[in-house]
């Protein structure tokens, strides 16, 4: 199996993961802790994609019609912006509130009018930032016109999509409505009135910051994660399925399964630390490492005037001997 676009979130910095991560060397990190010791990893493997995200109690609430949603903004990024600096270049993206509550077009419009001064915020200090997180299943489709304005300024700015998809009970072709909902809201839906993003905006690069197994799809309470159903080695055999389905839509740039280092036990059947993580480790292909390892062909116009050259060598080796010959014979005359 080839793991190529499969990363993680991390809860927590438990002894042992940093090194597994470096090893790994995933396309996607999503971390809740901003310890030192991700620079370090950040160096050894500076491919991977790292997303910083601040966890608040309370979040915004954008179906609240008094919400000032650009001042909002400023007062959430003054509070990333130390962590930040901290990080600096470790970190590619910040991620802004998790999983927004969205009800209606109105607050679909205040979100987006709040995640495009974010992006202007974060940029005038040299950050970059992942719009939308929204939770799995989430918003409702025909809302995501008026979220484009978000969208338009994370292209501009360098930025990305993130989305959480998660499936219960399995991960397999028959929990598209979840697991890939990306494509619905890239290439649209029609049933559900909504035709899809505009095509330069097809072109932003998505980050599934959560996604795996989650049983509260099913049912409210309590949390249930994979370990409830299925051993490290079934749950690899669904992720892997999971896997090869991204590496169709050329804009997914990773995904992150959640989560590694589980803080809050209620939490803890969701945990792949230390399996399935290490198996991973072992055994992923990142994407980009596969392009960096595959040796460059030369294209065929290039392998065809290096024919003609080798041709005209040769002619001139022929016209050299050819005047050699000559002057030997005016020599002697």
């Known amino acids: 199996m080839a793991y190529s676009l499969l990363g993680t979130h991390v809860n927590m910095t438990i002894g042992g993961l940093p090194e597994i991560v470096e090893e790994w060397k995933p396309p996607l990190v999503v971390t809740l802790d901003h310890s030192d010791v991700w620079r370090r990893v950040k160096d050894s493997t500076p491919n991977t994609l790292f997303v910083g995200h601040l966890i608040r109690e309370q979040e915004p609430d954008f179906n609240d019609r008094d919400l000032d949603p650009v001042a909002t903004a400023r007062n959430h990024c003054e509070m990333v912006l130390p962590w930040a600096e901290r990080m600096g270049e470790s970190y590619d993206y910040w991620q802004g509130v998790n999983e927004p509550v969205i009800s209606s077009p109105e607050a679909m419009r205040r979100y987006a009018a709040?995640?495009?001064?974010?992006?202007?915020?974060?940029?005038?200090?040299?950050?970059?930032?992942?719009?939308?997180?929204?939770?799995?299943?989430?918003?409702?489709?025909?809302?995501?016109?008026?979220?484009?304005?978000?969208?338009?300024?994370?292209?501009?700015?360098?930025?990305?999509?993130?989305?959480?998809?998660?499936?219960?009970?399995?991960?397999?072709?028959?929990?598209?409505?979840?697991?890939?909902?990306?494509?619905?809201?890239?290439?649209?839906?029609?049933?559900?009135?909504?035709?899809?993003?505009?095509?330069?905006?097809?072109?932003?690069?998505?980050?599934?910051?959560?996604?795996?197994?989650?049983?509260?799809?099913?049912?409210?309470?309590?949390?249930?994660?994979?370990?409830?159903?299925?051993?490290?080695?079934?749950?690899?055999?669904?992720?892997?399925?999971?896997?090869?389905?991204?590496?169709?839509?050329?804009?997914?740039?990773?995904?992150?399964?959640?989560?590694?280092g589980m803080i809050d036990w209620t939490w803890k059947s969701y945990d792949i630390w230390p399996e399935p993580a290490r198996a991973l480790a072992q055994q992923a292909t990142p994407l980009y490492r596969q392009h960096e390892e595959q040796p460059a062909e030369p294209p065929p116009s290039i392998v065809g005037d290096r024919e003609e050259m080798d041709e005209m060598d040769e002619l001139l080796r022929r016209l050299d001997r050819i005047i050699e010959t000559l002057e030997t014979r005016v020599g002697a005359g």
């Open 114 to 260: 709040f995640e495009v001064e974010r992006v202007l915020f974060l940029d005038r200090y040299g950050f970059r930032a992942v719009v939308g997180s929204f939770s799995t299943g989430n918003p409702h489709l025909p809302y995501w016109r008026h979220f484009l304005p978000a969208l338009e300024a994370a292209l501009q700015y360098e930025g990305a999509l993130a989305l959480h998809e998660y499936a219960w009970p399995t991960l397999d072709h028959e929990s598209g409505w979840y697991s890939l909902r990306h494509r619905k809201v890239y290439h649209g839906e029609p049933d559900h009135n909504w035709t899809g993003f505009p095509k330069h905006l097809k072109k932003l690069p998505l980050l599934i910051t959560e996604c795996g197994l989650d049983g509260l799809l099913e049912q409210p309470y309590p949390p249930r994660g994979w370990q409830v159903l299925y051993t490290p080695t079934q749950y690899l055999e669904q992720l892997a399925w999971y896997d090869a389905e991204l590496q169709k839509d050329d804009y997914v740039a990773g995904a992150a399964i959640f989560a590694c």
